[in-house]
């Protein structure tokens, strides 16, 4: 198995990408308000700034922004991942003893570096529904945060 290594920074801006096992289902937004409620209690508990999200059927994209003194991203998403799956009661099993295959078992991560690295992923999130053909403008996605920077994100910030 590889060895991946992950930058933790306390206080950091990361950007995230979290995929479901089975890229076909429509899951997430199936079960968006499920979700916003994990995240949400996930939040309540190890507090994190979301600067920007979409949801997209298979997958999530999001940037965050962690507390001055705290690194602990992974925690936040395997929470998240882990409430999910929990609170469905229906999960599929699959992979190997009996576990739940909902979630890709990586996430891909990327610490923000500047305010051109960020908007720059900001875009790439918001775009991201028109890149899978699910729309044809950023503004026709309702599960993203394009609405709360319509005018510009340097504004909204």
């Excluded at 570096?113 to 026709?140: C, E, F, Q, S, T």
Aim: net charge positive.
């Amino acid at each position: 198995m590889p060895n991946y290594r992950r930058l933790f920074v306390p206080g950091g801006t990361y950007a995230f990408t979290v995929c479901l096992d089975d890229r076909s289902s429509r899951l997430l937004l199936d079960e968006i308000s499920l979700l916003h409620q994990c995240i949400e209690k996930v939040r309540a508990k190890y507090p994190f700034e979301t600067i920007a999200w979409v949801f997209l059927p298979d997958h999530f994209h999001t940037i965050w922004r962690l507390p001055e003194d705290d690194h602990d991203f992974a925690k936040r998403l395997r929470l998240i991942k882990t409430h999910f799956t929990k609170s469905l009661g229906h999960a599929p099993t699959g992979r190997r003893h009996g576990e739940r295959a909902i979630w890709q078992r990586r996430y891909w991560e990327h610490l923000i570096r500047d305010d051109a690295d960020l908007g720059a992923h900001m875009d790439y999130i918001h775009w991201n529904p028109v890149k899978h053909g699910y729309v044809a403008n950023p503004a026709d996605w309702p599960h993203s945060s394009w609405h709360r920077y319509k005018d510009g994100w340097e504004r909204a910030a």
